[in-house]
């Protein structure tokens, strides 16, 4: 579904993504809904663009419970994470612009 993005699991998400050496952009999803796929098409650009500065990451959110752990109760939401640090949260399907500012913000562009 989120093409191009690592799956993540509870037992490897701080370490490999939230405190990874690269800042990222964590999707938490539920399967089968169809917003994800709305979110899908708004990311993969910037996948493609800038996967070789950010790390992109999935959650499946039925089989972990990170979502809980980070205060996520809306589906599918993406985190902003650079040095430990949450820098930006959309808990709604963001524009462009949005995720355009919010992955500059990481790389402090």
Not at 51 to 58: C, L, M, R
Request: with cysteine.
């Amino acid at each position: 579904m989120f093409e191009g993005f690592e799956e993540l699991e509870d037992k490897n998400i701080y370490e490999t993504a939230i405190a990874g050496e690269k800042p990222c952009v964590i999707v938490f999803y539920i399967p089968g809904n169809e917003r994800n796929e709305k979110l899908a098409e708004v990311l993969l650009k910037y996948q493609r663009l800038y996967g070789d500065k950010v790390g992109f990451y999935a959650v499946d959110s039925t089989k972990n419970t990170s979502a809980e752990d980070l205060g996520i109760f809306t589906f599918p939401t993406v985190l902003y994470f650079r040095d430990s640090m949450e820098l930006e949260r959309h808990d709604y399907i963001p524009s462009e612009p949005q995720v355009e500012r919010a992955i500059r913000r990481l790389l402090r562009l």
